[in-house]
């Protein structure tokens, strides 16, 4: 035993033979009470140094103080009150059980602590970028990467702490390697039961690193279209066009493709079709085009273009193209699009609204054959 304890367990022996006529429980509680007053004040002296240390660093460290200021509380409350039950007058047996139980809390509130600096890491981190901005790709791409990695650490971190805090207990321990040792069936069983939790950690892991999505991109999955809301530890969340929420695993964007279209720019080109007649003025209708797209807010100055894409037996299919800031916009720029031509073709130029063709009489003749 260290040489402060001991003179420790002299003193507080002194001190209980001057409280003899009180009964064993009763110098307990004095000791404990004791010791925690003495834990408390330490824990005023010791955060009062520390706030003086890191007012002039970093917004981390003083976050990181100021989250750790309940925990270390909790732990030097915890080390006092090991320490009083060790000099305590208490039985061995109900002392090593005091203190095997004060040992598990203070190892749990160690990776408390360890979660809450991981937190506040992220916190600080993510302050350096604004998802309200427009071009916010970069924004997006870290948030993601650091609230998946947030959450993963947070997990491995409580669980290390967990194991290392049943380590402790001995009974558990034995139990935990003789059920190991002497059936392995469990361990296959206890294998296929945590598959799907570390096949998505893994598959978080992998999103963090290689982002094939992040947060507010703009996909479509399952034939829907959607921007990514929400991504934890297991699961992403997919806010649809209508509001509807879809929830997928995160094995889903790994193994099955799905569209992403945000994931280098937030720019796209919209798609517009439509079906004319064969005497339709492809050139007035491009120059339709143009001045609608130069006259809307939505066009961002670059695409324009307007082609014959295909020839059925009854009309002449035109696409019409225009690129946009970003998707939602491209879909508002398509609709206008179609609007405004189809407003265009109805009031100027109806020659190009599909006709169907009926010869009451005989067909014209076919021209003669060039020899």
């Known amino acids: 035993m260290p040489p402060f304890i001991t003179e420790l367990t002299h003193g507080v022996f002194r001190l209980w033979r001057r409280l003899y006529w009180l009964p064993e429980w009763a110098v307990v509680v004095v000791i404990v009470a004791g010791f925690v007053f003495v834990g408390w004040a330490a824990n005023q ?10 007012r002039r660093r970093d917004v981390f460290w003083r976050g990181v103080v100021g989250r750790a200021r309940l925990k270390v509380r909790i732990a030097l409350m915890i080390v006092a009150m090991a320490l009083a ?29 360890a979660i809450g600096a991981s937190d506040m890491w992220a916190v600080v981190y993510l302050r350096r970028f604004n998802m309200a901005t427009e071009d916010n790709l970069i ?13 993963v650490a947070s997990l491995l971190i409580g669980v ?19 059920l190991l040792a002497s059936a392995g069936v469990v361990g296959i069983i206890a294998g296929f039961a945590l598959q799907p939790l570390l096949t998505n950690m893994i598959a978080g892991v992998q999103i963090a690193t290689d982002q094939p ?19 934890t530890s297991t699961y992403v969340v997919v806010k649809l066009w209508d509001w509807r929420r879809m929830i997928l695993p995160l094995t889903y ?3 099955k493709p799905f569209q992403n279209w945000t994931r280098e720019t937030a720019r796209l080109i919209g798609t517009a079709f439509l079906y004319v007649d064969y005497e339709a003025p492809i050139e007035r209708l491009r120059a339709e085009l143009e001045r609608i797209c130069r006259d809307s807010p939505l066009w961002d100055g670059d695409v324009i273009s307007l082609q014959v894409t295909e020839i059925t037996d009854r009309v002449a299919q035109v696409r019409c193209l225009a690129s946009a800031r970003n998707g939602s916009i491209a879909f508002d720029l398509r609709c206008e699009i179609r609007e405004k031509m189809l407003a265009f073709m109805r009031d100027q130029c109806p020659e190009a609204l599909p006709r169907d063709r009926l010869w009451l009489n005989s067909p014209p003749e076919a021209p003669p054959a060039r020899p």
């Open 213 to 231: 999505i992040r947060l507010d991109d703009a996909v479509i999955v399952e034939g829907e279209w959607g921007t990514v809301e929400e991504i």
């Open 160 to 178: 290390v702490t967990l194991g290392l805090a049943l380590l402790t207990i001995s009974a558990v321990r034995q139990w935990g390697m003789s």
């Open 85 to 113: 039950v060790t000099v305590s007058p208490l039985d061995p047996g109900p002392s090593d059980v005091i203190r095997q139980a004060l040992l598990f809390l203070f190892i749990l509130t160690i990776g408390w602590m």
């Open 253 to 255: 964007f790994i193994q």
């Open 139 to 151: 924004a997006r791409k870290h948030i993601t990467q650091t609230r998946i990695l947030q959450r």
């Open 45 to 54: 002296i010791v955060f009062a140094l520390l706030k003086l240390a890191v």
